[in-house]
């Protein structure tokens, strides 16, 4: 580091001239102003209150000398652009899903989650012990970008349906609210994708233009008002066991940052997701009871309902790994992975939560 | 804050004499020597190796100036001495587990684990949106320390028997090898708990003085060698659904340092959180692999047994909040936390959790 040398050259020269001056704190901690840009509304508190939060304790890791100033979406870009954003330089820093970008490689979604993918605590092994950051930031080399893990929603609801899903059939023609690789798989069942922007779908779903939609969990939906218009609630969202954030920055301004200012923004990441998993799970339990008590109809899909999705999910990872040589590289080690961590989690975290899920169903609590 | 100021006024003189002297880096980035004691071994290299993280983190957030010396168990004090020495203020820091401590007051263990409490997650939620932080340092406040959550080893493995456990009835006379609470909801059913040194639990158990011992989990428990001399494996580990660590400081060392080193002693620990967890759900799988292949007895404990242990758990609750009042402050509001999250987990987590295992169960995947 260069800085020790100069500091103890400027500490001789302070020797000689025995007059305390300009500050040598300039040279390891210059004063910089990045932005960061949001794929989600202000609305969204708990999404982008994470990126508010990483914001302040980066001020706060730096003595606030690097200062990044948070943007909603729409703000600077809308908020499916925020990576391109990112790419060319427009911004250093963007909160986004990995997933929203699947248009350029479906490779992206591993970051954030595919169908019966990973749970959360098996995302966060995946991602710092199993590989998974490093698999992805060789992916992301060519896209010129660094990617963080940013936090996340937990599992997610299986979405708001205006009639019961009670088979497989049920599904043909269903005009479901769903992106990306979920409504691929969807669509090997007779469902029709919908990509409609958050603010366009409680219209759609009250006039019936769509029959269903999917968004985040009880918290985020409630505010929505999907139950208003649709009332049966379904879970899991099995296209996300976990939906994992990403704070990507562009590598070239990422290498012009002091380590200490990269080790800063790592580890506000590192409190952000900590902090919005654990947001999350405080808020969802309220929103869930309250969408319940106003009427909303709560239910698991049938199980032959999720098989006959596993099934045709692992038909379009065949399909993709055969035409696509990153997305087989990421998916032959991460499968293995899941399916371990899986086995694992039957055993102590399985154990435990399945016997106090039991306790709770029975009201012995 | 006094340093910018400082900065104002240094900047000034530096116009006048035209010379780059002194750092004022030094005002606000002093030089800060700090020990951490741990109360596990080196070789425990997850719990361990997040001290050794940890210290490196503090030193990459603030330039190498707040130096944090990681000490094993034993080399400055015995591990369960960790707390007493951050109080007298013998070290600054302490990587320990909080219900190491219930012989001063039960309520300690609410920052770990207690019987049937909350899973990874859960804690998670509690503590930093639930008001377990605030909860736990207002009862800390009196031994003038400060609790940071600090990684954790996920829901643990219930031990190692001699003989299997077929019924409450096999719980009688039975020697076990098991701390705290938990020794006594099981000593309501008859069982004789030991509290053992890690070192001194093979020969114990090789020997018939005892006739089970639960540790922590696959990858540490290997490496004690249980495996042995007791083949049957139980789980979930009721008592320790999630345990949690604790970085303890002296709150009088606390108040000294700068925010800056402040926040980025939080920050480690945020990192630090996430590393372990991630860290044992990554080595638990292989480690359980390996034991069942090598003849371990895999099974969960009857669900009568569990029922008996709960109900034993809610009566030395009811005793318990009886007759101390700061540990039925902590645990009304505690359950009744616990009782909700349990409810939201039952939904989405559940839901997908449940799924995946089944179809891990019926080789799915």
Redesign the interface.
């Known amino acids: 580091m260069n800085?020790r040398k100069f500091?103890r050259t400027?500490?001789a020269?302070?020797t000689a001239?025995a007059?305390?001056?300009?500050?040598?704190?300039a040279q390891?901690?210059p004063e910089i102003k990045w932005r960061a840009a949001s794929s989600f509304p202000k609305s969204l508190d708990t999404l982008f209150g994470g990126l508010e939060l990483f914001c302040r304790?980066v001020a706060?890791?730096?003595?606030g000398k690097l200062k990044v100033q948070p943007f909603a979406s729409g703000e600077i870009v809308p908020g499916l652009q925020v990576l391109d954003a990112v790419q060319n330089g427009t911004i250093e820093l963007g909160q986004t899903a990995a997933y929203y970008y699947i248009g350029k490689d479906v490779t992206y979604a591993f970051d954030t989650a595919v169908p019966?993918g990973l749970?959360?605590?098996?995302h966060?092994?995946w991602?710092?012990?199993?590989g998974g950051r490093e698999a992805m930031n060789e992916f992301y080399k060519e896209y010129g970008v660094l990617g963080i893990m940013f936090g996340g929603t937990?599992?997610?609801?299986g979405g708001w349906f205006r009639k019961p899903i009670q088979s497989v059939e049920d599904l043909r023609g269903l005009k479901f609210r769903i992106g990306g690789f979920a409504g691929q798989v969807l669509a090997k069942l007779g469902v029709v994708p919908q990509q409609i922007a958050a603010a366009d779908i409680y219209p759609a779903l009250e006039k019936g233009t769509i029959d269903a939609a999917e968004w985040v969990?009880p918290y985020d939906d409630e505010k929505l008002g999907f139950n208003k218009v649709a009332p049966y609630y379904y879970?899991?969202?099995?296209w996300e066991?976990a939906a994992t954030g990403t704070m990507y920055t562009n590598s070239k301004s990422w290498n012009t940052l002091p380590?200490?200012y990269q080790?800063?923004v790592?580890?506000?990441c590192?409190?952000v997701?900590?902090?919005m998993?654990?947001?999350y799970?405080?808020?969802?339990?309220?929103a869930?009871r309250k969408l319940v008590a106003g009427g909303s109809k709560?239910s698991?899909?049938p199980?032959p309902v999720?098989e006959a999705c596993?099934n045709a999910a692992n038909e379009l990872y065949a399909e993709t790994v055969a035409k696509n040589a990153k997305f087989a590289k990421v998916y032959d080690s991460w499968k293995a992975y899941?399916?371990?961590?899986?086995?694992?989690?039957?055993?102590?975290?399985?154990?435990?939560?399945?016997?106090?899920?039991?306790?709770?169903?029975q009201n012995?609590?």
């Open positions: 800085r500091v400027a500490s020269a302070a001239s007059v305390v001056a300009a500050p040598a704190i390891s901690m304790r706060e890791l730096t003595d019966f749970n959360t605590r098996q966060f092994a991602w710092i012990h199993g937990g599992a997610q609801m969990g879970y899991p969202g099995w066991g380590p200490l080790r800063a790592e580890a506000a590192a409190e997701t900590l902090w998993i654990g947001k799970d405080h808020v969802n339990p309220a869930l709560l698991a899909f199980v999720l596993m899941r399916n371990e961590q899986v086995l694992w989690f039957r055993v102590a975290e399985g154990g435990f939560d399945g016997f106090m899920a039991r306790q709770s169903a012995k609590l």
